[in-house]
């Protein structure tokens, strides 16, 4: 029978990152991680396989990490959790654990839509196998339609746009693509670019049914219109993966599905840890659950879980929400909550937003227009969140502004705070959009 | 007589962003700059002048945003402050004011070596038709040796360098250049980098005399060599413009040369405040007296003195000093103390360097290598510092960087911060550089 200290059961962000971090913590421990997949993808990175990197074997997370880090690989089917004896059963046999951290991920959602099941219909699955044969597929398709707006949905429209020329739909529900991630002046902007681009966009839409005889056919909308299709992507989110942690009586949040945890990231087990898209998330905002589940979220809740192996020392403060994406020269960014989440759950949001060069003199080369909207609590002044576009350089203001929502600045504080500036490579600091929306806030606050 | 509520007294950086965060703050207060140049530089961008954006006029702050404020300008030298009956005798006739704030800048050092008044030898003043000067006199000249080898003075020659072709040779008192502000390790990365650009620099190298007849001909080392020059300029710093202030019996800080202001900006004289270069800096780092000048710094301090005018809000936590420079397409930035500051004053320090792809995966367009290096205090884990080097969007990670070091974030803190990451902007999320190295330097610590 096999042994380990550590068990890490999943491969990917999470629970490559909950291996390394419990090396570094406990490099007396052995460790061992298993996953189901012989090769493991850069989640993020898979809308680019259909265009950028060009092939899912372009955009793999190296094996040498877990060398270079003396984790253990093993590639097996985990059958099940035995907790009384700290053993899991699995397709390569018996392993006795010590602590288990479960980083299982999460399944792509399929609607209950009619002919969701036709050939020609891909969900998108962290599996090289699946997205070769969709890829695939894609050479001899014509017209594609992307079921949901939101960033992976849009990723995936432009890299196959981009690709190969062809004709390329976007359906979402809601009135505006990424409506999740940003207020509807941001969305409007990367709806004109990406309409530029030549995809069509068909928001305010809802799918009725999807049809074909062999393959799919067409896209049948609510309003009775339908758009030609030959493929069918579906990117509509994802929920957790917690059948192996449900099957052993752990428990399971009844509103997010999710493996419960409390915030050292320990499940009802206190041997047993979960990270990543299987693990229930509260909001650091007010504390209610989270649906949000992204990579960078995953590998924070990874270096919690395992650092907290053997002694607590790390609590989860929530899920801040941080990401960002980009089309052509766009990136967009957002952290925290828009102005329209704000409101509904409760918050008396004030907003500023400033827009000028990102370098300066503005005749520096290189310079491109960033516009930057913060979001405040009126009262106390709390950075509640915001949202940044500009060249590629959004994409780490936007960690700037996670820095200042973590530690709860106010608008005060971001008004005094010391940035570094230069000609070629930020705003002038005279007008530096942080700072500068801060001042237009509380100009708007009355206090 | 003339007379305004506010009165700013210079109009760069720290006196603009006083009066527009006057305005902003106090929109019924008549509020009026005072500055001596016609037209004015944006201070950060004077080194590109010589080659990047041409010419001065390629690289002023334009006085639209001065009527776009509310702010009334006037052209003028101010003689005296009469703080009895709050009253300024100017060039332009006699000025009253009820709240005033010096922001007079600093003047170029001269240091005491043979041969500084030479013709041909050029300090670095804010100053258009100086600058013009200076780069009609370039034209002729055929070999450059700029005095000082920190941020300005390799801006200087490597613009230069680029743009004619001249022999420019840096001239730096230190073993390395940039040593203020990054540790050994990346400032050999620049220096490799300006040399390989045809750049020449002599290092630990101190200027005995500055030789010639009617104009300068060589530069003369201490180790009795000397180097051809027909063209010398001087980038060994700035110090404090405080004569105005002096003469005005306002208190003036002995070891720093500056005006003394307390934690708000106010000056000796309630009604006086000051910020920028003119103005007394402390450190954040332990609070003693800080010769750091940054344009950066100038416009914190200004939103405070500012936002104080009228009742205290403000309290400046100290200089942090947060800068990035960029040669060609290399990137650094630095915020805080350097491993070898902190050593100096007193920390036991402990670092950790990264370096990685800032995309995700490297086959992303656009990766090149960042170099991210973290300095924490031992025993407490709160971050003092870190030094970055990459592409265009290091001068945006210093800025998250600043964020946490404005927060005191501990390393535990900074290993389970929430980054937004995206394949086509940021490094991955299991492989955050920030993250990453504090995970790093927590292994060390010992803790």
């Known amino acids: 029978m096999k042994k380990a200290d550590i068990v890490v059961i999943g491969g990917s962000a999470a629970g490559l990152t909950a291996a390394i971090t419990a090396r570094r913590h406990y490099p007396e421990k052995k460790t061992l991680l298993i996953r189901r997949e012989d090769q493991v993808l850069i989640p993020c990175g898979i809308p680019y396989i259909f265009g950028t990197v060009g092939s899912p074997e372009n ?6 990490v877990l060398d270079k880090n003396g984790i253990e690989l093993m590639i097996a089917e985990v059958a099940s959790i035995g ?7 699995t397709s390569e046999g018996e392993i006795a654990y010590e602590r288990l951290i479960l980083a299982t991920g999460s399944l792509p959602t399929k609607p209950p839509i009619q002919g969701i099941d036709l050939p020609g219909v891909f969900t998108i699955q962290k599996d090289v196998d ?8 894609l050479e001899a398709a014509t017209n594609v339609v992307v079921i949901g707006g939101g960033f992976i949905g849009i990723e995936f429209a432009d890299e196959i746009n981009k690709a190969t020329g062809k004709n390329v739909t976007v359906v979402e529900i809601a009135p505006h693509c990424l409506s999740l ?8 902007e990367m709806e004109e670019l990406v309409r530029s681009r030549g995809i069509t966009l068909r928001t305010s839409s809802k799918v009725k049914a999807i049809k074909g ?3 799919v056919e067409e896209v049948a909308l609510d309003d009775g219109s339908t758009i030609k299709a030959d493929l069918v992507i579906l990117g509509v989110g994802a929920g957790p993966n917690v059948e192996l ?3 052993a009586g752990l428990q399971i949040g009844t509103q997010t599905g999710a493996i419960t945890v409390d915030r050292t990231m320990r499940t009802s087990d206190g041997n047993i840890y979960a990270c990543g898209d299987c693990a229930k998330k509260i909001s650091f905002f007010g504390g209610a659950p989270s649906n949000l589940r992204l990579a960078s979220i995953a590998t924070s809740e990874a270096r919690i879980a395992a650092a907290n192996l053997y002694g607590l020392r790390r609590e989860n403060i929530g899920t801040v929400g941080v990401w960002s994406t980009s089309v052509g020269n766009l990136a967009m960014g957002t952290a925290g909550l828009t102005e329209d989440m704000a ?6 949001a004030v907003s500023a937003t400033v827009e000028g060069p990102n370098r300066h003199p503005g005749k520096m080369p290189g310079a491109a227009k960033t516009v930057l909207k913060l979001v405040f609590e009126q009262h106390s002044g709390v950075i509640l969140g915001g949202q940044v576009m500009g060249d590629a350089t959004a994409g780490e203001i936007i960690n700037a502004l996670s820095a200042c929502i973590q530690s709860r600045m106010t608008a005060e504080d971001i008004a005094m705070f010391q940035t570094g500036t230069h000609p070629a490579l930020t705003a002038s600091p005279i007008a530096y959009p942080l700072v500068n929306a801060a001042e237009m806030a509380i100009g708007k606050m009355g206090n």
């Not at 699946?130 to 597929?137: C, D, H």
């Not at 409101?343 to 008396?348: A, E, I, L, T």
């Open 343 to 348: 409101r509904d759950r409760g918050y008396c």
């Open 181 to 188: 991630a940003y207020d509807e002046e941001f969305c409007v």
């Open 245 to 247: 942690a449900a099957n």
């Open 213 to 215: 005889q062999d393959n």
């Open 83 to 89: 907790r009384e004896d700290n053993m899991l059963e």
């Open 59 to 64: 955009n793999l997370i190296p094996d040498a």
């Open 130 to 137: 699946y997205l070769r044969n969709l890829q695939k597929q």
